[in-house]
C-alpha cells in the first residue's frame, strides 16, 4: 500500500509487518522532504514512526482517542490521517498546521503546542466517556522530557488513584525533549532505558506458583503483590515508580519493532484500570545526520538533503534579539557571581546555551517546569541572588500565579527575559507572544519593558539586573535592528523614562518595543503626506512615563498607539487609561493585534493579515483622523488653522 492512497488509519488493520515497514519507510522519505523543503520538527517526528504505526494498528480510529503530547511528534501521525497530499503546506498560510489542531482534523482529539498536557487531556475524556456509558480507548503519548513537567506528574497521580478507569499511557522515551531532559525522574529513566525488560521475571514466577500442588491456574492478590516484589527485586526499581502510582506497567521495549509494540500495546488495552506503556525510541531515526545531533535536529529551517546543512540566507543578517541577550548574560555573569541564568528547557532557544558553555556553575535547567522555575528564582532572590529567568512569553503563561504570588507580592528582585514576544510566525497560535503585555499589567510590583533595538536590550538587561524588585523585559523573534552593539560598560536606564525619537506637531505616536521601528517608519510615510509626527518610544510599560506623553497629547490632540501584543488590556489601553485619568482629551487610535487568534504563517504574512504593516499603518491612522491621500489637502488643511 502507497502512504498516498491512505486516507483513514483504520486502513492500516490487517497488514503485515512487512507492509508497515514499507508505509514507515514512505512515511520518513515525505517527512524528510517537506521538513527539508520548508522547515518545521524533525527529530521527533522521525523517532515515533513504528510507534504510530504499530498504536494504530490496534485502534479503532473512528471512537478510540490518542492525545499526543505537544505536537512535535506528531508529523507521522498528520500522514496516516488524510494530509499526505497537503502535507508540502506544513507551517506555511492557510496549510497543515505544525501542531495539533482540532479543527483541522477529527482524528486531532486534542490541539497541543504546550507540553505536559496529554496525560491530563486523556484522562478528562475518558472519565467523560465513562460517566456517558460508552466504551472506546484513550491513549495519551507522552515524551519523557515532557513527563518532567508537573502537569503530568499531577495526572498521573490522579489516573493512579482511578483503578477502574481504562486509560493507556504510552512513554516514548528518547531521552530528550528539545535538549536533553533534566532532573531525577529523567536519571531514573535512564537507568530503565539501561536495564534488561523485566517482565520476563515476574511470568516466570507466575508460572512457578502455578505449577506448585493445589494451586492451579488462579493467582491469589497475595501472591501477585509477591511476584510484583520479586519482580522489583530482581532488577531494581524499574517500572516501580508507575506501579506505586497506580499503573500497570510494561516494558521498556524496542520503539521500532513494530511486532513487539502491537502485541504490547494490545496486552495493554486488555488490562483494564491505567496502563504506562515505556517505549525506547531515538530521536531523529532513519536520519543519519538527525540521530547524531539530536538537539540540532529537533526542528530546522530548509536544509540540504544530502548534507544536512541549513541553506544559506539570501543576505547576511544581524544578530538575534536572543544572541545578543545570552551574549550580554555571559558578560554580567562574569562580572558578577550572583548572577545565575535558569532555564524550562529551553536552553537553545533562548540562547542560555552560551551561558551553559561557558559558566555552567550559573547556569540551571530545571525541565519543562516553568512554575518551578519561576518560585525557584523567587527562592534565590530571597538568599541575595540575582536570577534571570528566560522563558519564551507563550510558556510564562504557565506561571502566572508564581508571578503573581512568588515574586510580585513579595517584591523579590528577579529579572525575567520573555523571548519570542509578540508574532512568532508558523507555529502558529499557542506560540504567539501576544499576551504578556496583558497579563504583566496587573501584576503587584512589576518593572515591565521592550527595547526598541538589541543595543537597548544590553542597557535594559543591566537595568533589570540593577533594580531593587521584579522585572520583565520581553524580547522577539529574530534578528534584531543592526545597531552597534558594546561589548560591555552599558548605561543604565532610568525606570520609567520614554524618549522622543521624532518632533512634529499633526500626530503623536507612542510606540512599545518592536513596533517602535515600524513607527519611525510609518511616520515617514505619513511626512509624504505632510503629516509630521513626534515618535516616542515608550520604553515602558510600567511605570509609563506620563511626564513624556501627558502634555504632547494634551498639546497635539492625536494620539496613536502601537503595540506587538493583543489590544485586549495591552499597551494601548494602559496609554488611554492614563490619559482618561488625567482628564485629557484627545483623539486615540490603538494599533496592535486585535481579538483573534494569529493563525500560522510567516511573521510578514500574518503583520499584513493584521494590517500592521507601515503602509497599512499609514492608511489606518489617515482613516482615523479624516486625512486625505491628497498631500495638498492636507496642507491647506492646517493652514486654514492657522
Not at 507466575?206 to 505449577?211: L, M
Request: contains cysteine; charged residues 20%; hydrophobic residues 40%.
Amino acid at each position: 500500500m502507497r502512504l498516498s492512497e491512505l486516507s483513514h488509519p483504520n486502513q492500516l488493520h490487517g497488514l503485515s509487518v512487512a507492509e508497515l515497514e514499507d508505509i514507515a519507510c514512505q512515511i520518513r522519505e515525505r517527512h524528510l522532504q517537506v521538513v527539508s523543503t520548508s522547515g518545521g520538527h524533525l527529530g521527533p517526528g522521525l523517532g515515533v514512526v513504528e510507534l504510530t504505526l504499530a498504536l494504530y494498528q490496534t485502534l479503532d480510529l473512528d471512537i478510540d482517542k490518542v492525545v499526543w503530547d505537544v505536537g512535535h511528534q506528531a508529523y507521522p501521525h498528520k500522514l496516516l490521517t488524510g494530509r499526505f497530499n497537503q502535507f508540502d503546506t506544513l507551517r506555511q498560510e492557510k496549510g497543515v498546521a505544525g501542531y495539533l489542531k482540532r479543527s483541522e482534523s477529527k482524528f486531532d482529539h486534542f490541539g497541543a503546542g504546550h507540553a505536559s498536557t496529554s496525560i491530563s487531556a486523556a484522562l478528562g475524556m475518558a472519565l467523560g466517556r465513562d460517566q456517558k456509558g460508552e466504551s472506546f480507548k484513550c491513549v495519551a503519548v507522552i515524551g519523557d522530557g515532557a513527563l518532567t513537567g508537573g502537569m503530568a506528574l499531577e495526572a498521573i497521580n490522579h489516573a493512579g488513584h482511578l483503578p477502574k478507569t481504562p486509560l493507556l499511557v504510552v512513554l516514548n522515551d528518547n531521552d530528550m525533549s528539545i535538549s536533553p531532559p533534566v532532573g531525577a525522574l529523567s536519571t531514573y529513566l535512564n537507568r530503565m532505558r539501561l536495564s534488561p525488560p523485566v517482565k520476563f521475571v515476574s511470568d516466570s514466577v507466575q508460572e512457578s506458583v502455578k505449577n506448585l500442588p493445589f494451586m492451579g491456574d488462579e493467582i491469589s492478590e497475595e501472591l501477585k503483590s509477591i511476584t510484583g516484589s520479586v519482580r522489583r527485586l530482581a532488577v531494581p526499581k524499574v517500572g516501580a515508580v508507575f506501579e506505586e502510582l497506580g499503573f500497570t506497567y510494561i516494558g521498556p521495549i524496542d520503539g521500532h519493532n513494530i511486532s513487539q509494540m502491537i502485541r504490547t500495546f494490545e496486552t495493554a488495552h486488555d488490562i483494564g484500570g491505567p496502563v504506562l506503556v515505556h517505549v525506547l525510541t531515538t530521536k531523529g531515526k532513519g536520519y543519519p545526520f538527525a540521530e547524531e545531533d539530536q538537539v540540532g535536529y529537533h526542528a530546522q529551517s530548509s536544509f540540504d538533503l544530502t548534507t544536512g546543512k541549513s541553506l544559506p540566507s539570501s543576505k547576511p543578517k544581524p544578530p538575534s534579539y536572543s544572541k545578543v541577550f545570552g551574549q550580554t548574560l555571559v558578560k554580567l555573569c562574569e562580572q558578577n557571581s550572583r548572577v545565575v541564568g535558569i532555564t524550562a528547557a529551553m536552553a537553545e532557544g533562548t540562547a542560555l546555551n552560551l551561558l551553559q558553555k561557558s559558566i555552567p556553575d550559573q547556569y540551571i535547567d530545571v525541565g519543562i517546569a516553568e512554575q518551578h522555575a519561576v518560585t525557584l528564582a523567587a527562592g534565590m532572590a530571597c538568599e541575595g541572588m540575582k536570577p534571570v529567568v528566560a522563558i519564551y512569553s507563550t510558556f510564562l503563561q504557565r506561571a502566572y500565579d508564581q508571578l503573581i504570588h512568588d515574586v510580585g507580592i513579595q517584591n523579590l528582585p528577579v529579572t525575567f527575559v520573555l523571548d519570542r514576544a509578540g508574532i512568532v510566525g508558523a507555529d502558529g497560535p499557542t506560540h504567539q507572544g501576544q499576551y504578556d503585555i496583558s497579563y504583566l499589567r496587573s501584576v503587584p510590583n512589576f518593572t515591565v519593558m521592550a527595547p526598541k533595538d538589541e543595543g537597548e536590550l544590553q542597557r535594559m538587561l543591566v537595568t533589570c539586573l540593577n533594580h531593587n524588585g521584579p522585572t520583565a523585559l520581553r524580547i522577539p523573534r529574530g534578528p534584531g535592528e543592526g545597531v552597534i552593539l558594546m561589548e560591555e560598560g552599558w548605561e543604565l536606564i532610568k525606570v520609567g523614562n520614554g524618549e522622543i525619537l521624532l518632533e512634529g506637531d499633526d500626530l503623536l505616536i507612542v510606540a512599545y518595543g518592536a513596533m517602535v521601528s515600524q513607527a519611525v517608519i510609518t511616520a515617514e510615510l505619513l511626512r509624504e503626506s505632510g503629516i509630521i509626527s513626534t515618535v516616542i518610544n515608550a520604553r515602558f510599560l510600567r511605570p509609563l512615563d506620563e511626564e513624556l506623553i501627558h502634555p504632547l497629547a494634551l498639546r497635539i490632540g492625536k494620539v496613536v498607539t502601537m503595540e506587538e501584543g493583543t489590544l485586549l488590556g495591552g499597551f494601548g489601553s494602559a496609554v488611554v487609561e492614563s490619559l482618561s485619568d488625567s482628564d485629557i482629551q484627545a483623539s486615540t487610535l490603538r494599533i496592535g493585534i486585535p481579538d483573534r487568534l494569529v493563525d500560522h504563517a510567516s511573521p510578514q504574512q500574518s503583520k499584513e493579515t493584521l494590517s500592521l504593516t507601515p503602509v497599512q499603518m499609514s492608511k489606518r491612522i489617515k482613516q482615523k483622523f479624516g486625512w486625505t491621500k491628497d498631500e495638498a489637502v492636507i496642507i491647506n488643511n492646517k493652514n486654514s488653522k492657522i
